[in-house]
């Protein structure tokens, strides 16, 4: 049976990434962002609605979207979604569906507040391109960041 798990996602952050180390030294970032969907009702009125997700991200990927991005700041997002289950020390039974970043590309312009420093550094090609940022992910998850000028 075929099975295909990829998301894409257009969205803002709703605060500044939450950047940490596990005991193994692998660096882990938590985004939340915000993405938003524009309908019309069957009695022609627009409404909107906001969907608010948490974005895992892993390695030197996490570590330079803590460096760079902040509350506000506009991103695409490709990855997987991934389910997690866990106690609380009361006994309580939690979950949560999160994405897990194979992909994130800062889409702010240079010189925008929340995007200051994103990019290429200055002087070099493409430096007024917005950065791309990957994860080479292997079948077990693991991966190294790179960050990729999105013009290659």
């Not at 803002?12 to 970032?29: I, Q």
């Amino acid at each position: 049976m075929a099975s295909l798990n990829r998301v894409f996602l257009i969205g803002n952050l709703v605060r500044d990434p939450e950047l940490r180390y596990v005991p193994s030294g692998d660096a882990v970032s938590n985004l939340r962002i915000a993405v938003n969907r524009v309908y019309t009702t069957k009695e022609g009125e627009k409404k909107e609605e906001t969907c608010f997700v948490t974005v895992v991200v892993w390695r030197k990927q996490a570590e330079i979207c803590g460096e760079y991005l902040s509350k506000g700041s506009p991103v695409f997002v490709e990855g997987r979604l991934q389910s997690r289950n866990w106690e609380t020390s009361n006994g309580e039974k939690r979950s949560a569906l999160e994405v897990v970043a194979g992909r994130i590309q800062f889409l702010g312009r240079r010189g925008d507040r929340a995007n200051a420093g994103a990019g290429v550094r200055e002087g070099e090609q493409g430096a007024e391109s917005n950065p791309v940022v990957e994860e080479k992910i292997s079948e077990e998850g693991g991966g190294i960041g790179q960050e990729k000028n999105s013009n290659s």
